[in-house]
């Protein structure tokens, strides 16, 4: 095999491995709950489900999540943060607060949440200069 030849296979190789590596078994299909205060769907759930539909997903009608065994909780709130913690320390659950994640007692630190809490909050005061460094 000559040198074009091997870094031809190489870089094919390289390149085609991501793809294998990031396929999810035929047939698997991932379950998401959604759990949000009773509320009016917010513009974030109304995107979401949008997003989900393109992609396949089909909604389903539950209130029970844990039991269904869904495979990650969007949890949108202090409250359902709040409530999905105490209904499941297994199943991922990615938050969507406006509160302090660390004050709320949903993850141990920011660097290192620990648990099976992650997500976004708005209001985390330890960013709070890091976010006057990027208007900067």
Do not use: C
């Not at 330890?126 to 990027?134: F, G, I, P, Q, T």
Request: hydrophobic share 45%; aromatic share 4%; net charge positive.
């Amino acid at each position: 095999m000559n040198r074009r030849a091997f870094i031809a296979v190489i870089t094919l190789g390289t390149l085609a491995a991501p793809l294998a590596a990031g396929a999810q078994p035929a047939g698997k299909v991932s379950r998401v709950g959604w759990l949000q205060p009773s509320q009016p769907p917010s513009g974030a759930y109304v995107n979401f489900r949008r997003a989900m539909q393109e992609l396949g997903y089909v909604e389903g009608q539950t209130k029970d999540l844990v039991r269904l065994n869904v495979d990650v909780i969007v949890a949108i709130g202090t409250s359902s943060v709040r409530a999905a913690r105490v209904a499941t320390s297994t199943i991922p659950i990615v938050m969507g607060s406006g509160v302090d994640p660390v004050e709320a007692g949903f993850v141990s630190s920011l660097t290192r949440p620990g648990g099976n809490v992650t997500g976004v909050s708005i209001l985390a005061p330890e960013v709070s200069a890091k976010r006057l460094d990027v208007l900067k």
